[in-house]
């Protein structure tokens, strides 16, 4: 937006790793008169709904639909399957596992932290190791993150469970896909995850308020012996009534108009197709950074996400400032950094509902923004992010001809 304009012209550059911008679709989808939650027309969406989210999860067990964000559907998976003083591991590999064991704590089990430097992924050899250790099978969860949001590392799930397999231990898997859901292959129940905790406001293009735990066989067995209070969070009320279409609270209607909708367009684009696509723009943008001679936050490519990418500043730079200026300047909006790195580093989202040209402009605000703020970089970002599209692009090309 220039400077001396009294109105932000042309659309919002919403490049945090979610929320993520809502589809036309999904916002038409919303918005229409609100119905009886008790009613029939009711009933037939939540089916619509309740059906096609196992579709994402790629399970045929239940899936909760919590009217929350992700940090409800964290709760639900805690105080659904655990007691009082149970221990569990989580792999610290960022803010956002951070924040998960520190909600473990408030809820009285004991968390044990896996630490890492916050540039990689979970290690299936590092929870083989934490968990052979325990001869008394006294952890009762394993936790991790799919897509630490908040560094950009994607961890490897199917790797971990063959890792929980091998050391022959009976704690239940739980799994963030908040920003790897819709976007990442995940299989909830090929990968023999126990619950796994979904949020709307990524990959699934819907606006923020909407959760999910989708459950094994395991970890409702799980679920009549724990101890820890539940109410509003309880799976056992919540399964029952929604086999008739029904929630035992108000639900959130309009998201679910929104999430029917984004179920139907995950599908008309195809799975596997979706996540081509999320590859292609993170590839892209990693290209668009090295070429800049900047760093990626995450350090070691078999850890990549194919949803967010954290960019580190050179010494002496804020990010902070930098995001700002490209806020001012060009209207877009990075995601922010913390940790060890606070200040340092920003992130550029790339999933959703996003496309080549949404990313080619989110890239050249970038290169803009780095010249304007008088960062030490290269050009080509933008040259080198195009030329890979370009060339991802010809084989499929040639081979239609
Ligand atoms: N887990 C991950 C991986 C996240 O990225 C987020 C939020 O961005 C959360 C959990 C918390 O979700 P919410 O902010 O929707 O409560």
């Known amino acids: 937006m220039a400077k001396n304009s009294s109105r932000p012209i042309g659309r919002h550059f919403l490049h945090i790793p979610g929320p993520t911008p809502l589809p036309d679709r999904v916002l038409r989808a919303m918005d229409t008169p609100v119905i009886d939650h008790r009613g029939p027309e009711f009933a037939k969406l939540a089916k619509r ?51 998960w064991k520190n909600m473990a704590a408030k809820y009285g089990l004991v968390p044990e932290g896996i630490s890492t430097d916050w540039r990689i992924g979970a290690d299936p050899a590092a929870i083989e190791a934490k968990l052979r250790d325990d001869k008394n099978h006294e952890i009762k969860a394993v936790c991790v993150l799919h897509n630490e949001t908040a560094t950009g590392c994607l961890s490897p799930v199917a790797e971990i469970r063959k890792a ?28 023999g995850v126990d619950v796994t905790i979904g949020g709307a406001q990524k990959g699934l293009m819907l606006p923020p308020g909407m959760s999910f735990n989708a459950v094994s066989d395991k970890a ?15 799976w056992d009320e919540m399964i029952a009534m929604n086999k008739s279409g029904f929630f035992p609270y108000t639900p959130a209607t309009q998201m679910l108009h ?37 760093e990626i936050i995450c350090r070691d490519s078999k850890y990549y996400s194919p949803t967010v990418t954290g960019v580190l500043l050179p010494e002496g730079h804020n990010a902070d ?35 080549e040209l949404m990313l080619m402009g989110a890239l050249a605000a970038t290169e803009m923004t780095l010249a304007l703020a008088g960062i030490p970089f290269k050009k080509g970002g933008v040259q080198a992010a195009m030329d890979y599209i370009v060339s991802a692009e010809k084989p499929a090309r040639a081979a239609a001809e």
Request: aromatic residues 12%; charged residues 20%.
């Open 164 to 191: 929980i397999d091998r050391a022959k231990h009976p704690a239940l898997y739980f799994v963030d896909t908040i920003s790897s859901l819709a976007s990442a292959d995940y299989r909830h129940d090929e990968w």
């Open 49 to 99: 709904c309740l059906d096609g989210i196992k579709t994402i999860f790629k399970t045929t067990n239940p899936v909760i639909i919590y009217t929350a964000t992700g940090t409800g559907a964290w709760e639900g998976a805690l105080v659904n399957t655990l007691s009082p003083g149970d221990r569990v591991l989580i792999v610290e590999t960022g803010q956002f596992a951070l924040l």
């Open 258 to 294: 929104g999430l029917a909708t984004a179920i139907d367009m995950l599908h008309e684009e195809g799975l596997e197709n979706v996540f081509v696509r999320h590859n292609l723009l993170a590839e892209a943008t990693r290209r668009a950074v090295r070429a800049w001679g900047l």
């Open 220 to 234: 409702l067995a799980a679920s009549k012996t724990a101890k820890l209070p539940k109410s509003f969070w309880a």
């Open 321 to 355: 400032a930098f995001r700002n200026l490209a806020l001012e300047r060009f209207n877009i909006s990075y995601g922010t950094s913390f940790g060890p790195f606070v200040g340092r580093y920003f992130r550029i989202g790339h999933l959703g509902d996003t496309n």
